[in-house]
């Protein structure tokens, strides 16, 4: 069994960054992680994804150059850098193990971009 919970989230201008956090707990934490979003109306999206050991990461291609993924194990944290955001950003961040377990969702974060 695995919880998140996620933070970080807020208003932020177009342009500005934000550094999202995902604190895992539970019985196991050898997963691979990966970041989600969800915008009203819309499935749950795919970002980016992190090995356990954090030697292989993704980004999806549309993010590339905005968008990074990293984890501290000793931390059972994972983060996600966003920069250069857009109004097309605004959504529900959320982690999940990677493939996502639908058991797994927490209650994600909420980013808003706009001036």
């Known amino acids: 069994q695995v919880h998140v919970v996620e933070s970080g989230g807020g208003l932020v201008q177009p342009g500005g960054s934000l550094n999202l956090s995902c604190v895992i707990s539970?019985?196991?934490?050898?997963?691979?992680m990966g970041w989600y979003r969800q915008t009203p109306g819309n499935e749950r999206e795919y970002l980016a994804s992190?090995?356990?050991?954090?030697?292989?990461?993704h980004i999806l291609n549309a993010l590339k150059g905005r968008f990074a993924i990293s984890r501290d194990n000793a931390k059972n944290t994972v983060y996600l850098q966003m920069s250069s955001l857009k109004s097309e950003d605004t959504a529900v961040y959320y982690c999940?193990?990677?493939?996502?377990?639908?058991?797994?969702w927490g209650q994600g974060t909420q980013v808003t971009v706009s001036s």
């Open positions: 999940n193990i990677y493939p996502p377990n639908q058991d797994y």
């Open positions: 539970g019985n196991e934490y050898d997963f691979d």
């Open positions: 992190i090995s356990w050991s954090a030697t292989t990461t």
